[in-house]
């Protein structure tokens, strides 16, 4: 009865709805349900780009629950799957080929460093890079390289040749002596607006602490309008005063390069440097002052 049930949802799922359901089904570590929506679908639908990147949550699902073989038979599978599209268009011809692509490597790296080959999996992801650095997943790549190698190494160099108003800087490394926290923001990220009145309260707690806000533009301005630089920048300033008046103070050097340079493919992205310009800490996502506490007080 449960199998007749998923294939009459995935029947009736719309392409939008199918990687909800499939999440719905990991979240539970279900598997095999996750499988059957699928499977259900495929029958009914063929392999379509929305069913590639459902498909690709199953190696996230194990890679996150450390399902090491699991997550290798995914993101291969998911990776034959990206390859047989990639002969009918461009990999950036829409969007949920890249999201499976991305998501297939990024297990496939994380595989390979959970099961203790992390120098492979670093071969592996800075060849991956090379491949596709001219593409949509260079950022998410680049973020998993340094999750798995960027703490203890010097800070990359910033571009610095636009800031949004107020302080302006020359270079990151300028700053050493001092600690700083890079704050990787996007005008559209609902966690960046909760994570600035953090980090503000964590500037007021230790006044020797810096703070660099990088952000971009991204194309768009509210409710998802298309909008050109002349526009967005503006409308980013704007955000930028309503949300984080206490970082107005601080340099925002506004690139689209910094962020690939970081990897900051998820927002906000915060990285911490120490005194000397090494990286101590990089977390993709939010953190609350409980858990950058104990980090500054490392580098203070």
């Not at 639908?45 to 069913?51: A, F, I, L, Q, S």
């Not at 949550?57 to 799957?81: E, F, H, I, V």
């Not at 950036?92 to 999996?121: F, N, Q």
């Not at 409980?290 to 500054?296: A, C, F, S, T």
Request: hydrophobic share 40%; charged share 20%; net charge positive.
């Amino acid at each position: 009865m449960r199998l007749v049930l998923v294939m009459l949802a995935a029947s009736v799922l719309a392409p939008a709805q199918l990687v909800t359901a499939v999440r719905g089904a990991l979240a539970s570590r279900d598997f095999a349900t996750g499988e059957k929506i699928l499977a259900a679908y495929q029958k009914q639908n063929g392999v379509t780009p929305e069913y590639i990147e459902a498909y690709s949550w199953l190696g996230r699902g194990a890679q996150a629950n450390k399902l090491w073989d699991k997550a290798a038979a995914y993101s291969a599978q998911t990776r034959k799957l990206v390859q047989a599209e990639l002969k009918k268009r461009p990999l950036d011809a829409e969007p949920s080929v890249p999201l499976a692509l991305g998501a297939a490597i990024e297990v496939e790296g994380h595989t390979l460093a959970g099961t203790g080959r992390l120098s492979e999996s670093l071969a592996m992801l800075n060849q991956e890079l090379k491949t596709y650095y001219n593409t949509s997943i260079r950022t998410r790549i680049q973020k998993n390289i340094h999750l798995l190698s960027l703490v203890g190494k010097p800070a990359p160099a910033l571009d610095l040749k636009r800031f949004l108003t107020g302080p302006k800087m020359q270079t990151l490394a300028q700053l050493k002596g001092k600690p700083v926290v890079l704050f990787f923001w996007a005008h559209w990220c609902s966690d960046c607006k909760q994570q600035g009145p953090v980090l503000t309260a964590l500037k007021a707690k230790y006044p020797a602490l810096q703070i660099v806000a990088p952000t971009q533009t991204y194309g768009y301005v509210a409710n998802g309008d298309e909008a050109g630089p002349a526009v967005e920048v503006p409308y980013i300033e704007k955000v930028r005063a309503q949300y984080y008046p206490d970082l107005l103070k601080v340099a925002a050097p506004l690139s689209n390069e910094n962020f690939k340079l970081y990897g900051s493919s998820t927002s906000p992205t915060l990285v911490l440097v120490d005194k000397t310009g090494i990286v101590r800490m990089y977390h993709p996502g939010k953190m609350t002052a409980e858990e950058l506490i104990p980090e500054i007080e490392k580098v203070l």
